[in-house]
């Protein structure tokens, strides 16, 4: 499999991203949706702000109050023997480590541009930002599906709640339409389709249950991209491989001559994250033709295994361009990169599911 990383990476730092909030630095650039819009590559980036520090007995927690209409901070005692402060992104209960608390950052959804996909400017203000009480602990890793002349943007959704998927549509990248939560908490990763499949809409999710289950991928489908039903489980986690332990949905599914040609993450019980590709049948996407048995990418420049949360590559995203696949993807929780893939190495490198 030959990757020809961008001589440029990574693309976007958190250096090159001004925060729009008093007080606060930007931590992250990273984990962007992509579309192609009037001769530009738009990423949308997950903007991730943390209040800066200035008393180092407290752990500032950044929400959304919904009474208030603006982002305001909490501050946590480090001392708090209730409280765990392990996971640097996260506070928790203590005795139940399940139990959220809340964030240290806050992430937005921010529009970065580029004639030739490789230099980007960022745009100065938010293109979407949290608004309400399924969002009062931001919202993330968007994907963009172009149907039509409508761009269908959806992300995960963060709250007390859990982490729900919201949807909104644009034709212009300035407005938008907000058509509220599509999948309920708590469901992640999702990617739709983008053309109808005799009839209906289809979307990949990743459901995360609290009890029993693993972190697999299901397809579900729509009349109206709003209502999803008829949810069935696709394909599962594989012991002693690179997805062991998670994996979700990446970029949007493309059509090739073979097939649906989907993009995932998959993570190893050390917590690395890499890529692969799954092919879905034309006509039937619940039918899976062939699977990666290794990585397409994995982390190994030191952009990609150093920095916020490192060892990850995740992308939200990709162009294609014959059998060119543009892939942009977010390395180590910190900022973005990209690489170009062929998809037909790609296709031929997957195994056949018998």
């Known amino acids: 499999m030959h990757v020809h990383r961008y001589i440029e990476n990574p693309l976007i730092q958190p250096?090159?991203?001004?925060?729009?909030?008093?007080?606060?630095?930007?931590i992250g650039a990273f984990n962007a949706g992509i579309a192609s819009f009037h001769g530009e590559t738009l990423l949308l980036l997950r903007v991730a702000e943390r209040p800066v520090r200035e008393d180092p007995s407290k752990v500032p927690s950044p929400y959304y109050d919904v009474v208030k209409r603006k982002v305001v901070?909490?501050?946590?005692?480090?001392?708090?023997?209730?409280?765990?402060?392990?996971?640097?992104?996260?506070?928790?209960?203590?005795?139940?480590?399940?139990?959220?608390?809340?964030?240290?950052?806050?992430?937005?959804?921010?529009?970065?541009?580029?004639?030739?996909?490789?230099?980007?400017?960022?745009?100065?203000?938010?293109f979407i930002y949290p608004c309400n009480r399924y969002q009062t602990f931001g919202i993330e890793d968007p994907r963009i599906t172009q149907i039509g002349d409508t761009y269908a943007v959806y992300f995960s959704a963060i709250?007390?709640?859990?982490?729900?998927?919201?949807?909104?549509?644009?034709?212009?990248?300035?407005?938008?339409?907000?058509?509220?939560l599509i999948?309920?908490?708590?469901?992640?990763?999702?990617?739709?389709?983008?053309?109808?499949?005799?009839?209906?809409?289809?979307?990949?999710?990743?459901?995360?249950?609290?009890?029993?289950?693993?972190?697999?991928?299901?397809?579900?489908?729509?009349?109206?991209?709003?209502?999803?039903?008829?949810?069935?489980?696709?394909?599962?986690?594989?012991?002693?491989?690179?997805d062991a332990a998670r994996i979700g949905s990446g970029a949007v599914p493309i059509l090739t001559q073979d097939g649906w040609l989907e993009i995932y993450h998959g993570m190893s019980p050390d917590g690395r994250y890499c890529l692969g590709g799954v092919l879905l049948d034309r006509d039937d996407p619940s039918k899976i033709l062939a699977r990666s048995e290794h990585p397409i990418l994995e982390p190994e420049a030191n952009y990609?295994?150093?920095?916020?949360?490192?060892?990850?590559?995740?992308?939200?995203?990709?162009?294609?361009?014959?059998?060119?696949?543009?892939?942009?993807?977010?390395?180590?929780?910190?900022?973005?990169?990209?690489?170009?893939?062929?998809?037909?190495?790609?296709l031929s490198d997957l195994e056949k599911i018998c």
């Open 73 to 126: 901070v909490k501050n946590y005692d480090l001392q708090d023997p209730e409280l765990n402060f392990e996971d640097s992104r996260t506070i928790r209960l203590r005795k139940n480590t399940d139990r959220f608390v809340g964030l240290t950052s806050l992430s937005y959804l921010r529009l970065a541009r580029s004639r030739d996909g490789h230099h980007f400017t960022v745009d100065d203000q938010p």
């Open 183 to 242: 999948f309920l908490p708590e469901c992640k990763d999702v990617v739709i389709f983008p053309e109808k499949i005799k009839g209906k809409y289809y979307a990949l999710n990743r459901p995360s249950p609290k009890s029993v289950g693993s972190l697999d991928i299901w397809l579900s489908e729509s009349d109206n991209l709003q209502c999803w039903g008829n949810h069935r489980h696709l394909m599962g986690t594989r012991a002693n491989k690179w």
């Open 159 to 180: 709250s007390a709640y859990g982490i729900g998927v919201g949807l909104v549509t644009t034709k212009d990248f300035k407005h938008y339409d907000d058509r509220g």
């Open 15 to 26: 250096e090159d991203v001004k925060p729009v909030h008093p007080g606060f630095e930007v």
């Open 304 to 346: 990609e295994r150093n920095g916020f949360f490192g060892d990850v590559v995740f992308t939200c995203g990709g162009i294609t361009e014959g059998d060119t696949l543009h892939l942009y993807y977010g390395v180590a929780d910190r900022s973005m990169a990209a690489a170009d893939l062929s998809i037909h190495e790609i």
